[in-house]
């Protein structure tokens, strides 16, 4: 069996981190898939799927670490071609990845207590974003 | 079809790199699914699991790069909030991942001779790492 | 319904950057699943599977960033053991990953317009590179 379902996010900012835990438990909750796994990809080259406990400190210091390890530069290959700005925000994305894959078990998302499934913005400019959600299992 | 299966790890201290290889391997033959994928999740937020060389120096390198990318420090957000000495744990398992998925073909867990699946202990103490196998495919 | 397919790609130096995109996509295409997942995995410990926009400016940015983060040492446990040059190589490997899942709708492979995924060579000599092809769906 398999159910997949497409999700919208607004984002703000280079940065912003979304927590998208409860959207991707509904719908594993609605796929009727007891045991799998849960495929949680976004669409694009500069925003990042991952995990990480959701709390205000985290949520702040999660672009901060990335921004240090891949500053913002005009030094890029790709500023030197595209010169918009955001050759860091590709960087970041790809170091980081753009998808997910959790356990299914009892017919819920297996992830740790304070451990959440986030989206993190990374271009330089507000974007809609579109993840798409898919459950393999029985 | 679909199989899955949780095991147990004892870890000691950050850094602690442990081979899942072999029981990764061996649920993947119980489970009698010839041709899929294998995904290994940790549930937590300060552990990753990834691939590497399973040998002395790299189980030293690989903690001792994370460490030097991203430091422990009292400066992260994380810190500031909850005092738990644990704010680059959490930085170091985001960036790495807390899951992987493989290919399995002929039965058999397909990996590198030199390729190995690893849990790597990122928190300050010790802890019992739950680990998440599951199986699809045909 | 699963299906898998190995495809090989010959490599010539660090930092060589190939687009697999358009091979994975016909995998999916041969596959004749219509929702699902892809999973696309390297067989190795010295290279790399993500996504990026492939556009020269990036191509070149991407292994320079692996380069700096995890610059090439004789200092690595990893060399000091086996002297053969590589422990960058399989430091940025295991970083970055080896392997990425994205979802498979209305038969065809589901990727942003400037989100290819690519194979990233990380060794220090040309290879011959594994790469494991699986679609998992209905």
Same mark, same amino acid.
């Given at each position: 069996?398999?159910?997949?379902?497409? &999700?919208?996010?607004?984002?703000?900012? *280079?940065?912003?981190?979304? @927590?998208?835990? @409860?959207?991707?438990? #509904? &719908?594993?909750?609605?796929?009727?898939?007891?045991?799998?796994?849960?495929?949680?990809?976004?669409?694009?080259?500069?925003?990042?799927?991952?995990?990480?406990?959701?709390?205000? =400190?985290?949520? #702040?210091?999660?672009?901060?670490?990335?921004?240090?390890?891949?500053?913002? $530069?005009? =030094?890029?290959?790709?500023?030197?071609?595209? *010169?918009?700005?955001?050759?860091?925000? *590709?960087?970041?994305?790809? !170091?980081?990845?753009?998808?997910?894959?959790?356990?299914? $078990?009892?017919? #819920?998302?297996?992830?740790?207590?304070?451990?959440?499934?986030?989206?993190?913005? !990374? @271009?330089?400019?507000?974007?809609?974003?579109?993840?798409?959600?898919?459950?393999?299992? @029985?």
């Amino acid at each position: 069996m398999v159910f997949q379902k497409a &999700i919208t996010v607004p984002t703000r900012i *280079h940065g912003d981190v979304h @927590d998208l835990t @409860d959207r991707v438990a #509904k &719908i594993v909750s609605e796929s009727g898939i007891a045991t799998g796994t849960v495929n949680v990809s976004v669409i694009g080259s500069t925003a990042a799927i991952g995990t990480i406990e959701f709390e205000p =400190g985290l949520k #702040k210091d999660l672009p901060e670490m990335l921004d240090r390890l891949i500053p913002p $530069s005009r =030094g890029y290959g790709h500023e030197q071609a595209w *010169h918009d700005g955001n050759g860091h925000s *590709h960087l970041q994305a790809t !170091l980081m990845g753009s998808s997910l894959t959790l356990p299914v $078990s009892d017919g #819920k998302l297996v992830n740790g207590t304070w451990q959440q499934i986030v989206l993190v913005e !990374l @271009d330089v400019r507000p974007r809609t974003r579109e993840i798409v959600v898919t459950i393999n299992g @029985d």
